[in-house]
Structures are given as C-alpha cells and as structure tokens.
C-alpha cells in the first residue's frame, strides 16, 4: 500500500510524530497554523516512518544490524566507529525499493511545479521519531543534505538520511539515553532550499542559551549557509532582542555583536559537490548579516512561535529556531523549529555557583573565549585534529581529558562526553560544541581562535566558564568550590533587596536571585571592558597625529558607523541587557566615575588626562560633566542613556550622578543633561545623587529639591568621613563602615530623606561585608539595600533578623 508513504509538509502537525518525526511535524504544524501571522516557512513534503520500516523489511537487514550494534564497547571508540560504519555501508548499498522512489520522486516533481521550476533544489532532513521530545534531544544526530537536485541525487539522500539513523553519535546518544535502537523511526523531510547561499541563515532561540533567562530572543546568525554556524566554522553574529518592549514601536534590540565570518558555504557547481566552502570578501566582514527590521522581523517570529507551542502544550515551550534570508528576493524564512530541552526543565530555585580559589596569588591565563555554561573543570590537554583511526584508540583520549580542536561536529560526541571540557579555535554560543556542552553539562570555550597553536598536549590547565561571557583557560590544575543554594528556603523580607550589577553579560544568570532590581550599575565597567578606549581618544584620535591609536580604533568601530556610534551603541547595549535583565523594575544607572589615573589607562587616555597628585579627590564625577574638556564625552553617556529608553524601551533605567559636591554642581549637571535631550520627570525620568561626600550629608535638604532620591555610596562616604585614603594599606585598619561617625551620617541622611519624601537606599560595599551593617541600616529605616549578588544569601538573612 502506497498510503502515508508520502505527505505534504502542510498535512502533518505535532499529532503526527510517529509517522513523521519531529523536525517534519514542528514543520507542518507552523505552516498550517502561523502562516496568518507572518512566519514565513518554505514548502515541502514528509517521507514518513512507513518509508523507512518499509525499506528495512525489504532490506532484511535487521539481524545484522543488531549484531554489530552488540559488538560495541561503548568505553571503547574503536569499536563504535567499526560497528557504525559497517552498518551504514550495508544501508547506503541497499537497492531501493521501486514502489517507494516512485511516490518520492512523484512528490519532488509537484513540489517543483509548485516554484514553477522542472527541478528545484531542496534540502533533504532527516527526522527522527524520537527527536525534539522532552526528555530527549536528538535533533543533529542524524544528517542534512544540502542543495539537492533530481531524481537520482533525492533518492540517494534518502537512503543516506536512513543510513545516518546509525551514526556513531547516534548509536552512542541513544545508548547514553536507554533508547531502544529499533523503537525508533526514521522520517525524511524533503523542503524547498532558500537561496541562503546569497543571503545569510543560522539559529534563533527564545530564551538566553546560558542562563534560561526568558525574556529574550539571541539571534546567531553568518552569510551563507546555515552549515557553517551549527558546525562552528565560523565565529558568528549575535543578536538580542528583549521581548517585553516588541511593542509601541521600540526596537529593543539590547546587543549587536560583529562575528568573524571569513567563509561561507554556498552551492557546489556539480552533483558530486553540492556545497562548497568560500571566502567573505573583507568588506562584507565588516558588517552585520542582518538589518535591525531584519532582527526585529525574526525576532517577533521566534517569539510567535514560542507562544503558539507554549499555549498547544500547556506549559513554558522555549524553542530552537533554525532561519534564513533568501538572497535573491531578501525574503526571511523559518526552516526548522524544535523546543529547546535544557533550560526549560532546570529547577531555578536552586543555584549552583563555582569559584576559582586562587590563594591570594594571580592565576596565568593562557587563553580566552566565549564561556558555555558556568562550571569549572580541569584536565589534561588533548589536541585532536580529526576523528582518523590513527588518533583515536583506548589509551589516547582518557576520561577526564579536556578536549582541544578546531571545532566538533555531532560525529565528535563520543569523544566528547568522556571530556572533562571542551576548548575549540572556532564557534559561537550556538555551534555545535556549545550545544552539545549545555546538554552533557560540561563546560566549553569556543571562539578561542589559537587553542590547538597556545596549548600543548599532556599540558594540565584549568577551563574556567564561571566568571561571565569570556571563558578563561587558566594555566595548571587550580582548586575551586561549588555551592548549591535552595532559594525557595530563603525567609521573607520586608525591605527591598537589590543588586550591584557591574558586567552586563552576567545580569541574565543574577535574574533568578531574589531582588527588586539593580541599585548600583556602573558605566565605567562598560567602557573599560566593552568599549575599551577614551571617548575623547574615539572623537578627537584624527587630530593627534598617533597613527597607531588611529588604527587600533578603526579596528574597534568595525560594524558602527563611526566612532560616537561605536560609544553610544556599545554603551547602551551593556546597560540595555542589565536593564532588560530587571525589567521592570528600576536599574540605577551611574554616570561614569573614572579617577584621571583610570581614564589615563584607556586607549588614547595620555592625550587627555591630566596628572593628579591625589585622584581619588580629584577631577571625577559630577566635575567633569559641565566642564568644557569632557563635555562631548558626557554628550554620549546621555545620547546611550536616551537610546535605551527611548529607542529600546527600558524606561525602567535611573540615572545617578556621582561625586557631586555642591548643589551649584548638580545645578550645572542637570542643566547639562537637559541640553543633551535629559530632563529630569520628561518620559519618567528619575535622578538620584550618589550621596558619598559629607557635604551630601550635611546639605541634604538642599540637595532633595532637585532630584527623586539618594543612594549611599558608604565606601567614599566612609574615606571623606574619617579623612583616609582607602587605598592605603597603611591606614587600612582605620577604614570600617561600622565607625559611629559614619553611621551618624547615614542616620541624618536617612531621616532628612524621609522628610522630605525623597527616597534613599545604600548600594556601597559595606552590607555586603558586614550582616551588623545591614541589621543597623534596617533599623534606621532605610528604604533599599544594594548588595553584590554573592553576599544576597547572608543580607536576607540579616534583614530577616533585624527585621523580627
């Protein structure tokens, strides 16, 4: 019987799995369903599962194949690979039966007619019965076959998609998962290529892939082929959009970073090279593989998606979105759809931390990349160039060992599992390294560049993926703690907790701490490790005459317009992700405080610092804002602070000023703000005073009139107050928040605040360190406490107790 051999793409949905496997069912289901709002998917058809059970009957393969699958040591490569070769090649040699190539190629012909085309080209995937199920991921274990074209190529596709079921990977998976290897069906989905060859193509998610954070969509995507950003080939482009503010005509696009595309794969000339392997002209490197109505498009796609499957299943259904832009028309298409199998079953309540003890001395950092996770693990050493018979035996690759390469593919994931970690030259946050690490819960760096060139074989390093976005490969075998917290067993507070935040590229994992939002955001962390030179060095650098400083910022800029661009974007996506991450509650957002021997160490600093003899009370804060030489700098703190806001939507951001010693100066920095699009109370706005400076104190009720609340800097309060020096280590014993002088301040300040309505919290280091600290703040009434996200465990308990 003919029947259900073949179905089109649009006949078959979620119901239809065990007929036709995931990837055709999540396929079929968009197109009959989401094609009303928008989401573009390209035509196709299923080969279900009868195909396949058909063609092993007919094959009488069955028997063998159970043989060779029982010969595997599972402990031992070797066997695997000889077990999964020889069954592919008894597969792939195996007569197809007449009665099923011809209802295949008949569905090719009418799916060719349907593009006007007498052969069109398609992508030939196979989907397994048992892939994109909650308990399981299989998608990428079994093969894709690109730019297919005719009778005679589709058919030898298909029987390879069959043969693929039996991939190393895939016979290792489903051992790893307690699959039965014949419980489970193949599906062949047979679609329609998007010329993505001439476009650009890759994944979406909707969620952030390391933290499970929810409320945004991360985007990775290069020109070309989609191929190439799933292997890791490349180094691709990334995109993050915060859906809460996909509205009212915002464009909360909160990151752009420029990847390293310097190949792409395109269509081979001849049926024996289907695809091939190019290089990116240097031009076209340069610039971002999508428009931001682009990223916005695909973006309010992916998250259509997430929302029709969440409401089909009932619960929260984050998906895995594979896309492309036809290159010839510009059209978006969705490609593949699955649900996403980490995050989405974690337990946030409880957090585990892993910290680096370095025993007071600097740990060598060898190299690093893009951090895949947050775990520490540590290893020997071994490089492996290629999966060849000649590097792989028994004694070799050793359980523990940290895997070094250029990059993986699924064909790597035996070798991977028994990896203590995993270190590769290429990739981004979605290869298949990456991917694959999230699930086995091994930590990975990718994107390193140099890996296999710095490292040496047998070499003991420590792979550390716990200290944000950069991974860091840490010389030697170093010690380090993990500990576990139940959040859920936290007691109750009255008084708001809220969160220092200082990298933007942790804000998504602090997320799930207990908190009502972020007291203290400081700019300066951004400019010196996102933006990386002085914003007069970025406006001025063509007039000094330094070609080096020159050459080191055009590099910087690649991807921005020009040189304020580069600011104000960079910028503003740091503190839009922090923003985001918070949303909505309120992100205190501090002006720049760099001391002259700070902004002295930024690219191009020389050139506009002046030498100070004591920094610390010098040119800082609030001084330099009005001030005719950092005036234009200023300009682009306002220009990012308004495209968050305004632009993005984050109109949950505060800003405060610091170091602000009279209120003439705040007067001349409001004034300031105003004349850069910054008004205090228009669209919301709020200003607080870091209150840090003992003249804060003492003209409080001055000070209240013009802004909507005080947030205590205790570190500079506690240094002006006593009259030290806090860097000094030879005062350092006198330097203690505790001091009742210091708290005498913070007490009048508190009270002075509450009577004249303004709000006041703290977000200096002292409660972080000192639970009495806190206890003493709770009782003074204060309105909000700050702290690090370490110390949040040990400051609800003391807000708990002060507060009983």
């Known amino acids: 019987m003919r029947q259900h051999i073949v179905l089109p793409l649009e006949a078959v949905g979620m119901d239809a799995i065990a007929l036709v496997g995931g990837k055709s069912a999540s396929l079929g289901e968009m197109i009959a369903n989401l094609s009303e709002a928008g989401v573009a998917v390209p035509a196709g058809f299923a080969i279900t599962t009868k195909a396949y059970y058909d063609f092993m009957k007919h094959s009488g393969l069955e028997q063998f194949i159970a043989e060779q699958v029982a010969t595997v040591d599972y402990n031992d490569i070797v066997t695997l690979r000889r077990a999964g070769q020889k069954i592919r090649q008894a597969i792939s040699s195996t007569r197809f039966p007449r009665e099923l190539s011809e209802e295949i190629i008949d569905a090719y012909y009418t799916l060719s007619q349907q593009y006007g085309q007498e052969q069109t080209d398609v992508a030939v995937r196979s989907s397994a019965t048992a892939e994109d199920l909650p308990d399981a991921s299989f998608a990428g274990q079994q093969e894709t076959f690109l730019n297919v074209r005719g009778p005679v190529a589709l058919i ?91 509205q009212e005509n915002y464009v909360p696009i909160i990151e752009k970073k420029l990847g390293v595309k310097d190949k792409k794969m395109v269509y ?53 979105i594979e896309w ?243 600011f104000v974007d960079k910028l503003a996506y740091g503190i839009g992700k922090i923003a985001a991450a918070f949303y909505p509650e309120k992100v205190i957002v501090r002006f720049s405080d760099f001391k002259s021997n700070e902004y002295f160490n930024l690219l191009g600093g020389k050139y506009f610092e002046p030498e100070e003899e004591n920094p610390m009370i010098g040119w800082r804060g609030a001084s330099r804002y009005y001030s005719p030489q950092y005036k234009p700098a200023f300009e682009l703190e306002c220009k990012a602070i308004r495209k968050v806001r305004e632009v993005m939507g984050l109109r949950n951001v505060v800003v405060m000023i610091p170091f602000c010693r009279t209120v003439e100066e705040l007067q001349l920095v409001l004034a300031t703000m105003s004349e850069f699009g910054l008004t205090r109370g228009q669209q919301g706005l709020e200003v607080y005073l870091m209150a840090e400076l003992p003249s804060n104190i003492m003209m409080a009720e001055e000070f209240s009139v013009y802004i909507d609340g005080f947030s205590i800097g205790s570190n500079d309060l506690t240094q ?85």
């Open 324 to 566: 492309a832009v036809d290159g010839l028309t510009g059209e978006l298409y969705i490609v593949q759809a699955r649900p996403e199998t980490i995050h989405s079953r974690k337990d946030h309540n409880i957090v585990t931390t892993y910290t680096i003890d370095h025993g007071g001395e600097t740990p060598v950092t060898l190299l690093k990349g893009i951090a895949v996770g947050d775990k520490i693990a540590a290893g020997n050493v071994n490089i492996l160039f290629s999966l060849d018979n000649r590097l792989i035996n028994g004694s070799q690759f050793k359980p523990g060992d940290v895997l070094v390469t250029e990059m993986t593919d699924p064909d790597w994931e035996p070798i991977m599992k028994m990896a203590s970690a995993i270190v590769t030259n290429k990739g981004g946050r979605t290869c298949h390294a990456a991917i694959v690490a999230r699930e086995m819960g091994i930590p990975a760096i990718v994107g390193c560049g140099n890996a296999t060139e710095k490292l040496n074989a047998g070499q003991q390093i420590t792979v550390s993926c716990a200290e944000g976005s950069d991974g860091i490969v840490y010389d030697g075998i170093l010690p380090f703690r993990e500990e576990q917290m139940d959040l859920s067993k936290l007691p109750a507070i009255r008084t708001p907790l809220m969160l220092n935040v200082g990298s933007p590229s942790m804000a998504f994992q602090f997320t799930h701490l207990p908190n009502r939002g972020v007291g203290l955001a400081r700019e300066e962390f951004i400019i010196n490790n996102y933006i990386k030179a002085h914003p007069l060095a970025l406006l001025q650098h063509r007039q000094l005459n330094d070609p080096e400083l020159s050459t080191a910022i055009s590099q910087l800029i690649q991807g921005h317009a020009d040189e304020a661009s580069y």
């Open 156 to 246: 030898d596709a298909v029987r390879n998609c069959f043969a693929s079921l039996f991939t190393d990977r895939a016979i290792s998976y489903r051992q790893n998962f307690g699959y039965d290897h014949f419980s489970i069906g193949l599906s062949v989905c047979v679609q329609k290529m998007v010329r993505s060859d001439l476009g650009a193509s890759g994944v979406a998610f909707s969620l952030d892939t390391e933290s499970g954070f929810k409320d945004v969509v991360v985007i990775n995507g290069s020109f070309g082929l989609g191929e190439m950003v799933v292997q890791g080939a490349v180094s691709p482009d990334e995109f993050i959009v915060f859906k809460p503010c996909m």
């Open 720 to 804: 002006l107050t006593l009259g030290l020096d806090r860097d000094s280590s030879l005062v350092a014993n006198l330097y203690n928040e505790l001091n009742p002088a210091v708290q005498r301040m913070i007490a009048r300040l508190i009270g002075v605040a509450k009577q004249n309505k303004v709000k006041v919290g703290i977000c200096g280091q002292g409660p972080s360190d000192f639970p009495e600290f806190t206890k003493f703040l709770v009782t003074q009434g204060i309105e909000s406490i700050s702290v690090t996200p370490d110390a949040i465990i040990k400051t609800v308990k003391a807000i708990h107790e002060a507060e009983d």
């Open 268 to 320: 081979g000339e001849s049926s024996d090279e289907r695809t091939k392997i190019i290089p990116v002209a240097k031009e076209q490197q340069q610039h971002f593989c999508l428009s931001d109505s682009q990223i916005m498009q695909l973006a309010t796609w992916v998250r259509g998606i997430e929302t029709y499957y969440t409401g089909k299943k009932g619960r929260w259904c984050p998906m895995d």
